[in-house]
Structure formats: C-alpha cells, structure tokens
C-alpha cells in the first residue's frame, strides 16, 4: 500500500507561475484594497468594482500555466497516495494533472449562487457578466471565501492531514488563520516538509519538521526526487 502524502500549498507555489497576491506591489492587488474587493460587505456596496476584479484575476490566470511545483506534485502520485489541499483559488494544480484536491479559500474559475452556496457553475472563458443569475434567480458571485467568511472545507481538509504518512507544506507563511493551523493535526511523529524562502511560522509545529528554503519552484522538484527515491523508485 502507497503511503498518504498530503501537500499544503499557498500562494507561493501560484507565485513561480506569475500570479500575484496581494502582499506583491506590482500585481493585480496593487491598485485595490482587501475591504474593497474581497469582503461580504463590498460586495454588497459595490458589486461592479468586486466583479471587475474577479474578472481581471480570471483573465491573468488563463494567461498563466503550471510551473515545475505544480508539476512535481504531480509527479508524486506515481509513487504515493497523494492529496492536495491549498489555499490558492487558481486551477493550476488541475491544470498540471493532480487529481485529489481540497480548495479551502474556493476556486476563481467557479461561480456561485448568492442564496443558495452549493449551487456551483463552472465559467467559461473570465468575464462573469454582472447580472448573471442562478437557476433560481439570484445573482452569482466568485466561488471564493472573502475575508470574514467561514472556510466550509477546512473540516475535511483537517481529516485528510490527521491521514497524512508525510506532510508537505509549500509556499506558505504559515500565517493565514485557519488554514495555518493544519499542520497542527499531523499525527505525531509524522515529518513536515517545509518549503518556502521565507520565514515560515513553525511555532505550531510539533513535528519533526525540515525547512527547506527555496523558491517552491525549486525547492518542490528536488523534495519529490528524494521522496521517488525513498521507494526505490517502485510505483
């Protein structure tokens, strides 16, 4: 039997492909603030400006394409039994071919009802047109979690790393509540890989944990060789 790996991914995986968040100065974010374009409450107020950015996000991702994390990732369900939960709500881990993934913060390239949450649509192309309507004639939004919402998937998400043999936590800081506190439900004993230039938050971690400091683009690709390697490379 496979062993479980689950990866935890964040916004520094999207990062190598281009995509900005919004601590980046030179990206999508940089002309808007949070309470603006990314809460209940704006939403409310002003539903063309929070629309327009969705869209201008969705069309900068269809520009975008996997980078060799994303792909890496992939590469290890060859070996293990892997699921990926992550933070970023772009569909490059799709894209690049995994197939078990938890979205905790929704999925930009998905609609929903405004009064009914599991009525989901896919979207084709990037452009929502503002007043696009469910099939009971509400108005649509982004299938994203907006700062000050509950994060519906964090119960499974939480499930699936108490099941982790290993876990993977790439391009994150660790700080973003309450997905940071996953790794809080890895079974004790189990090692933490953390991959991430940066400084992390590991204060959590009771772990065993590996901090590697590389770019997830990087860093990810040489982490997956040596987990191939540990099973000699047997699929």
Known sequence: MKKKIVVFT???VSADSGISTFRDSD???EHYRIEDVCTPEALARDRETVIHFYNMRRKNLLEKKPNPAHEAIRELERYYDVEVVTQNIDDLHERAGSTHIIHLHGELRKLRSTADESLLYPIEGWEQKLDARCEKGSLLRPHVVFFGES??????????VARADILIVVGTSLNVYPAASLVRYAKP?????????NEPNLSGIRNPVELIRKRAAIGMPELTARLIAET???E
């Open 10 to 12: 964040g916004a520094g």
């Open 27 to 29: 990206g999508l974010w």
């Open 151 to 160: 994060v519906p998937m964090f119960e499974k998400a939480t499930e699936r």
């Open 189 to 197: 004993g189990v090692p933490i890989y953390v991959v991430d230039p």
């Open 232 to 234: 000699g490379g047997e």
